[in-house]
């Protein structure tokens, strides 16, 4: 058995990120996810790569961009309200077709909020946040190995689709220490491992035509097109990147759905709940856009009904609604601002819902 | 016969989408001119403000980026930390540097980025139709200033380029103008610095271009020149404000 | 087994370092483990706690309601969290700090003057190795051979060479935590 | 000998290469561009008094002037 180590989640990022061969990261300080700004200072040194501490979230975001266009693997991480600040780069590489990772270890919110760790910018992350019509890959890890294995898959993905991908995790799996294996050991087989062409990097003209980077287009039809063929890739992505963890699925009556933080608080629920009778199932979405539509669709004819749990008020309920087109009660437990839902509430939730005819 | 006067290799053939009178066409122009001079072209990268001179992309002849509305130092800082050995500029207006990107511009400065960025100070926001600039006159009207900039509700023309020349981490920056063949001749002459400063890793290098806006000043082509001599260069002095290598 | 355990102190009382250490030693006796720090602003001056998860099975929820185990290091700590204390639980006291006789009923209570113990062995920061060692014997988490091999590297990895001495006195901390008769 | 060329279709009128002239050889013509300007033009027989100063060209926003020298 592989030797692991002991890592907390923020840090395993930046160890995932140095491992797939992130050089070049752009940071600002927030709480909670300055371990990761840490690391990276401290890796990207020893790896020769490029370490900046940005001016604000903006200009960190833009230097991603920048690093983005001359094909360097590259990324920034931040928290929430930071993260709202950023939008504005992200439209612009979903635009130009630039690959980046983007992290966001939530805390809560609106406004400067606090800083514990919370669910709130599901929304945010999942509807392009920035303005435009444009998608993100989104994955959302609830390990510190997942921290390190999905930063890895984010590369990967971000590369093969010339899109930034989002991480979002929270603050509390960033600040959770865990044991976790040091190489990514990957079984799924939905990964290209091919390297991205390089015709459409910046890094001077010579032996070639100039190129350039762009996303003011005024021709007429001419940001239609774009669109279209953005469209085209984020299709693509909807058939071959859905990823999705099913727990105790085979006999369950009652799903509960949760990702992150809200589906390790939903282990803990199903493995008591089993204790006590109730059969419980839980589905976890692994890629918050593409969301697993069809797993939950597929698995609705099997079951009575669905639980979602979030840290927040309700965002990815919205999208297990849809998912489900009314077939089955989906049914919502969650709390907001950071705090935690707690095992007992949700346990309550679950014999209500069981109760229910 | 010899050609003495041409049109430079790193401008493409493509017709200026600017103004008549518009002073981008000359500024544009002579960073094409010094980066065949230096025969850099192949190796450079030049980013493109938000504003009117956005459209640089589509002229100059050699990699061009466009960055979000006052983030031109941010990309460039980005681009050259990750490719140290190419040439990387920022062509920016004054909404672009000293409104919306002066924290950018302050900081790459600040850390003394080996770049080059060429500031092109028309004392106006051109393309969204003339709206007031941090670098407009006191008294000058504008479509958000329609009776004057009054220095009590909107503060002072910003000599940023002065501001600038306050950090350590500057190498140079000088103002120039390019309202007659002289002074684009000492226009040509600063931008050329800039970007020998770069080639020798001397660090951050900054070229405030005083430029014609005929349109957004609501003055013919011809007035826009004197304009500049009578109105700019008075606030805004021409010459060196800052050069490292003098000092020394 | 599954444990839950909260370790909670003032900041600056080496509660992070005691929590980790025990993640660790957890971790290479095979079994899963999570901790969670108190983090950010409650790091300087209030309490600082972690909140550890031990347990053959997948671990849910790192985030620890009702532990098993308590470990306070002061006063506030122990009104903070002796009242989510389970049934039968362990509780370990600093007394040296803490003097409060009755806390609760049915829960197993062990007083151990750690910082005058540290101080008599010449570091009261070591207080936080001795409460380590005297958990550790009583929930046979891991042997004291297993613990000091574990401390050691991790030390190491921290300190490098040049604190010899430092790791001699957590040594001998953890020894005395977990030879100390209640 | 000297030769300059005006690309009529590239200029847009604004006159500063008639006023830095010191040969004053250029003027602006009065028939339209397609662009719908009226470009600069060379005056006819100035043209032999061009000394390749330059002017004309550094002060070209169209970069629409270029000059030959024997």
Known sequence: ?357 | MKKVFSYPESLKKTKFSYCPGCGHGISQRLVAEVIDEFKIREKTIGIAPVGCAVFAYNYWNFDVTEAAHGRPPAVATAIKRVLPDRIVFTYQGDGDLASIGAAEILHAANRGENITVIFVNNAIYGMTGGQMAPTTLLGQKTWTTPWGRKAELSGYPMKISEALGQLDGVHYIERVAVNNPENVLKAKKAIKKAFKNQIANKGFSLVEVLSMCPVGWAVTSVEALQWIEEKLIPVYPLGVIKDKSKST | MFEELIISGYGGQGIMFCGTLLAHLAMEEGLNVTFFPSYGAEMRGGTANCRIVIAREEIGSPMVKNPSSLIVFNKPSLIKFSGQLKEKGLLIINSSLVEEEIVKEGIEVIRVPVTQIAQKLGNDKVANMIALGVYIKQKKIVSLESAIKGLESILLLKNKEEKKNLIEINREALKSGFKYNK | MVKIRIDRERCKGCEFCVIVCPKKIITMDKQLNSAGYYPAIKIKDKEKDCIACGKCYQMCPEVAIEIWKE
């Open chain 1, 1 to 357: 058995m592989e030797k692991k180590i002991l890592i907390r989640g923020n840090e395993a990022i930046g160890e995932g990120a140095i491992q797939s061969g992130c050089r070049a990261y752009f940071g600002y300080p927030i709480t909670p996810q300055n371990e990761l700004t840490a690391y990276m200072a401290k890796r990207m040194f020893e790896v020769k790569g490029v370490f900046i501490q940005a001016e604000s979230e903006i200009a960190a975001i833009n230097m991603v961009f920048g690093a983005s266009l001359t094909g360097v693997r590259t990324m920034t991480s931040s928290s929430s309200p930071g993260i709202s600040l950023k939008q504005e780069g992200i439209s612009y590489m979903a635009a130009c077709q630039l690959p980046g990772v983007i992290v966001n270890i939530q805390r809560g919110g609106p406004g400067l909020g606090n800083i514990a760790g919370s669910q709130g910018d599901y929304f945010q992350a999942t509807r392009g946040g920035g303005h435009g019509d444009y998608r993100t890959i989104v994955l959302a890890p609830y390990s510190a190995q997942e921290m390190f294995d999905l930063t890895c898959l984010s590369f990967q993905l971000a590369d093969k689709y010339r899109n930034p991908v989002m991480l979002l995790s929270d603050g509390i799996v960033g600040q959770m220490i865990e044991p976790m294996r040091q190489n990514w050991d990957t079984n799924d087989k939905n990964i290209e491992w091919k390297v991205r062409g390089e015709d459409w990097i910046l890094n001077g003209c010579k032996g070639r035509e100039p190129r350039m980077v762009r996303s003011l287009l005024m021709e007429e039809g001419e940001l239609e097109k774009l669109n279209w063929e953005l469209n085209r890739k984020y299709k693509k992505m909807e058939e071959q990147e859905v990823r999705v963890d099913l727990w105790n699925i085979e006999d369950a009556e009652i799903i509960i759905v949760a990702y992150g933080i809200a589906a390790r608080i939903g282990k803990t629920v199903i493995q008591r709940a089993r204790r006590q009778g109730l059969k419980v199932g839980m589905i976890r979405p692994i890629t918050l856009w593409p969301f697993p539509i069809q797993v939950i669709k597929d698995i609705a004819q099997k079951v009575k009904s669905f639980l979602v749990i979030e840290m927040s008020l309700g965002q990815m309920v919205e999208d297990v609604r849809l998912a489900i087109e009314g077939k089955r009660r989906v049914h919502f437990c969650g709390r907001p601002g950071g705090s935690v839902l707690e095992v007992d509430e949700i346990l309550d939730k679950l014999r209500e819902i069981s109760n229910l005819k």
